[in-house]
């Protein structure tokens, strides 16, 4: 792909369809580019057309959006993929993309910035050490287009550092940024706030001057958060006396007109959160500065309106005040009653109660709404903010605060009684402060885990909470209100008496049919979180007696609910009926036959735009529910699942819904696991040959549950999927060359050895041990080892001892010897053998190679060296506390971290797979050992007493202790 103008035209006419609102056109552009992206010189070609001066600039925008895709897709080199780029490229890239960028136009520049990030996340500092040398250069530019682009950019890459955790590698890029940057910024602070004193009467220059100074702003947070650089602890005259000087200046020129926060509303919150950070993280180098910035927070808090545009700025004003109240440094600042009181009056509560614009977003805009209520995004929100100074202030005022906020809290009760109808946010304020006053901890799991003792919750409840839950009658007068009681059940149900929980559910299942979306939403998730809820005894607090009286009703409102306008794919609502269907168990079977069409209908429409990763997981976790709960009783019933499954399942095949590909797997692989051996479907069959596509192979999100697939046709029908033996082995081959899926290769190749018969696998073995002693040569991980080791033991339980070692030996002679000291024996590798089942294949297969093989077993034996050593590794296994240590080098993810889990894959939890155990005919392991050798004993009398003489005492003790348990005794 030379760099020629014919080319850069070409690149824009393909850019230019890539706009188009005709997918006929706009899709083969976008698969052309994909298609070439990995040619010398594309990623060069696409720059020189963002570089012209002429050229259309919407082409220039799609242009700028490609690249930065292209960078994001194909930068990072996968573990163990392909690099797609070349070398020269990426030199060429770093060469010209900080000019360029620097120079293009805002929303270009805004792209190549994003661009320069995600190199920067890979390369920076170690291959790119040029770059802040590069970016602080242009600091003495003076344009300020030039240096808004540098400061945007190096924030893009330093915004990292506040959020992730603390290591050597970040320290020492950190180290390297401070070294290059802090002075230049420190520089550029005092100079820009010395050029917004010379044009305070230019509005135009002053919204670019402080726009400036909200992203040094926002730098100052990202190179702080770590830890306080030794720099800016030398260097807070400059800086805080300035920050100070910008949180108390006014000019009229920098107030927007709109409800949009302008640039000093942003550079005020930011300094509020720098400063909230020093006194957090830094209290004691910033105390000289602190009272001064309360008393300048308090200020700008009270001179700061409700409308929205100042959200964050007061939501950040009120959290640094929260900061300093949690510190018992400052606890002076806020003793006197009146201050409390004064935070009380006209801090706290006017932030909670409820404004216009939050009514609006709960009737306009429910899904927002939950989010920022219920889901906790509400980090910015001004409730969040006042409830997080409450928490604060009640760590070292408990009694005060509860005292002087109990009178408010009454107050605003009393006047909501007085008249309903006008005074209804004094009752949702007062809700929401009992809340926050009562709150001292809290998980997701058990909602609110730890109480201000000073607040009775069960008495509030049954005074004010339960009343208005169980009058539907004004549920349309009063939604806000109804949400309200929902979610203070919902929050305090590990608090509340469980009778109190359990007489909240029958009006939970009739506000399922409110109209208003917040509230339905808020029903349905209170069911779910009460139907998970367990008694003193560990058993569910909802038992499927206490429940199957209330099914029909929570059934019928929990389907009807997506028939309500903005509940169509709701989330809540299907985890409500996954939850539901797991509470009633057997009790749901008769409403199925009902349910199951819907059901198939809402996975039908969703599968034709997925939008709603959460609603989706859970719709298949309700499909999975019935199967199994319905083929629980009845295996045979799953062909009527089949039936309307199938056809759908087909279609998201046939159309490749990635996002459901993995699902459809997992349930099919539910499905025939429910079938007994030896017949496999013909519908099944029919797409065996499918399943082995290397495409499908390529997304991590399928692996998993294709190789769950696999192993359940080779169990189910062996001798069905015979002629694909070696299309299985193609699989297991490409499973077995990654560090992140080799387990998964073990798995399909043990479940062949298990299933298949040995005959018809001859032909390919020698060449299967030959992978797998290839892999251990070039990456051994302790991961692979302990996965190989499993995998000998299990083809030694199904074909003996012998096979295996004369297997290993046609390999190269003597080899057998070399895998048992330095695999099985050395090290302790067997002791890091994790999993119930796969330590118990490890004892019955050591013991089989123990007692049951000739070259080990018989004096004459090749490897009769190896019995003692053997067998103290097994007994080790028994006594010995599991190894989980890993070498530091073994950075991926071990398998056994991350159970059920891989990028992007989903694991559906009713649809797990029932664990099988090739050696379920042993009892117990250590039992079967003695038996073993107690039976080669009395075959072979004399050999083996003399041998175990010569073990070492403490495994001696423990061996002639199964012998005893096991009431045997060797001759």
């Not at 808020?522 to 607090?541: E, F, N, P, Q, W």
Request: glycine letters at 4%; proline letters at 6%; one cysteine or more.
């Amino acid at each position: 792909m030379e760099v020629n103008s014919a080319n850069i035209q070409q690149l824009a006419v393909y850019l230019q369809q890539t706009l188009s609102p005709q997918a006929e056109v706009r899709k083969p552009a976008e698969e052309f580019l994909q298609s070439v992206e990995c040619n010398l010189n594309y990623p060069v070609l696409l720059l020189s057309l963002l570089s012209q001066d002429a050229g259309d600039a919407n082409i220039k925008v799609a242009g700028a959006i490609t690249f930065k895709n292209y960078i994001k897709r194909n930068w990072a080199v996968a573990e163990d993929g392909p690099d797609r780029i070349q070398g020269a490229d990426r030199n060429q890239v770093k060469t010209l993309i900080v000019d360029l960028m620097l120079k293009s136009p805002g929303p270009v520049q805004k792209q190549l910035s994003q661009a320069i990030a995600i190199i920067g996340q890979q390369d920076f500092p170690a291959k790119w050490e040029s770059l802040v040398p590069d970016l602080v250069n242009r600091f003495n530019t003076g344009d300020f287009h030039v240096i808004n682009g540098v400061l945007q950019t190096a924030l893009s890459i330093f915004e990292k550092y506040s959020i992730e955790f603390k290591s050597q590698k970040l320290w020492e890029e950190i180290k390297f940024v401070l070294d290059n940057f802090a002075k230049p910024l420190t520089d550029l602070f005092i100079q820009t706030i010395a050029l917004a004193g010379q044009h305070t009467n230019n509005k135009d220059a002053l919204k670019v001057i402080f726009g400036s100074l909200a992203i040094i702003a926002k730098i100052f947070y990202c190179l702080n958060y770590q830890d306080l650089p030794e720099y800016f602890e030398d260097q807070m005259a400059a800086w805080m006396p300035r920050f100070h000087d910008l949180l108390t200046i006014s000019n009229p020129l920098l107030e927007t007109d709109d409800d949009e926060p302008g640039v000093l509303e942003e550079l005020r919150s930011q300094i509020c959160d720098n400063i909230g950070l020093y006194a957090h993280k830094y209290e004691e180098e910033f105390q000289p500065y602190m009272q001064q910035f309360v008393t300048a927070v308090w200020n700008l808090l009270l001179a700061t309106g409700p409308n929205t545009k100042y959200d964050l700025l007061v939501s950040n004003a009120i959290q640094f005040l929260a900061s300093v109240a949690d510190r018992p440094h400052y606890k002076s600042l806020f003793e006197d009653p009146a201050v409390l009181g004064s935070i009380c009056e006209k801090v706290i509560v006017p932030n909670m109660e409820m404004r216009e614009c939050d009514v609006e977003l709960f009737e306009d805009n429910a899904e927002e709404f939950i989010r920022r209520d219920l889901e906790g995004s509400d980090v910015d929100t001004r409730r969040r903010a006042a409830c997080d100074l409450v928490k604060g202030l009640s760590r070292h005022f408990e009694e005060k605060i509860t005292g002087i906020f109990g009178m408010y809290v009454k107050t605003m009760l009393d006047s909501f009684n007085c008249n309903p109808a006008s005074n209804w946010k004094s009752k949702d304020a007062a809700m929401y402060l009992v809340t926050s006053l009562a709150t001292r901890a809290k998980t997701a799991k058990h909602g609110i885990t730890q109480t201000n003792q000073l607040v009775n919750l069960g008495e509030f409840c049954s005074a004010h909470v339960a009343p208005e839950l169980n009058n539907l009658s004004n549920a349309a007068q009063f939604p806000i209100l109804k949400a309200d009681c929902v979610k203070y059940i919902m929050t305090f149900r590990s608090q509340l008496p469980p009778d109190i929980v359990k007489a909240s559910l029958p009006s939970l299942v009739q506000l399922l049919k409110s109209p208003s979306v917040v509230v339905h939403t808020y029903a349905a998730a209170a069911i779910d979180k009460i139907l998970i809820m367990k008694d003193t005894d560990g058993k569910a607090l909802i038992k499927s007696a206490e429940l199957a009286p209330l099914a029909e009703d929570l059934l019928k409102n929990l389907f009807s609910a997506f028939d309500l306008p903005g509940s169509s794919e709701n989330e809540y609502v299907m985890k409500a009926v996954m939850r539901s269907f797991s509470g009633l168990q057997e009790a749901v079977v008769p409403y199925l036959a009902h349910l199951l069409p819907p059901l198939t209908t809402k996975l039908t429409q969703a599968a034709k735009n997925p939008t709603r990763p959460h609603y989706n997981h859970y719709l298949f976790e309700s499909l999975s529910l019935a199967i199994r709960i319905v083929c629980k009783s009845n295996p045979g019933a799953v062909q009527n699942f089949e039936q309307v499954l199938f056809p759908v399942f087909e279609e998201i095949l046939k159309t490749d819904v990635q996002e459901f590909v993995p699902y459809v797997f997992q349930i099919m692989s539910l499905m025939l696991e429910l079938h007994s051996t030896g017949s496999v479907p013909q519908p099944y069959m029919a797409l065996f040959s499918f399943l082995l596509v290397p495409l499908l192979w390529e997304r991590p999100a399928n692996i998993h549950p294709l190789v769950r697939l696999l192993q359940a046709f080779i169990s189910r029908g062996p001798g069905q999927v015979i002629e694909q033996i070696s299309g299985l082995l193609g699989v297991f081959q490409k499973l077995i060359a990654s560090k992140s899926n080799d387990h998964e290769g073990f798995y399909l190749l043990q479940s062949m050895i298990e299933h298949m018969p040995p005959e018809a696998l001859a032909t390919y073995m020698k060449q299967v041990f030959i992978v797998l002693f290839q892999r251990l040569t070039s990456s051994k991980t302790t991961k692979y080892v302990k996965s190989l080791l499993v995998f000998f033991f299990v083809f030694s339980i199904k074909n003996g001892g012998s096979s295996l070692i004369l297997m290993v030996d046609d390999i190269q002679p003597g080899m057998f010897g070399m895998v048992c000291d330095s695999l099985i024996v050395k090290d302790g590798t067997v002791q890091k053998i994790s999993g119930t089942t796969e330590k118990k294949i490890s004892a019955v297969g050591l013991t089989k190679l123990l007692a049951e093989t000739p070259e080990i077993v018989s004096t004459s034996g090749k490897y009769s060296n190896q019995f003692l050593p053997l067998l103290t590794t097994l007994i080790a296994l028994f006594e010995l506390p599991e190894d989980s240590t890993i070498p530091d080098d073994e950075h991926f993810i071990e398998i056994e971290d991350t159970p059920g889990y891989q990028t992007a894959y989903s694991q559906l939890i009713f649809a797990g797979k029932p664990d099988t155990d090739p050696v379920a005919g042993v009892g117990d392991p250590k039992q079967f050992l003695a038996s073993s050798l107690a039976k080669l004993s009395s075959s072979q009398p004399g050999r083996l007493a003399p041998m175990v003489a010569q073990m070492q005492d403490q495994p001696k003790q423990f061996l002639q202790q199964y012998l005893h348990q096991a009431g045997v005794q060797l001759q």
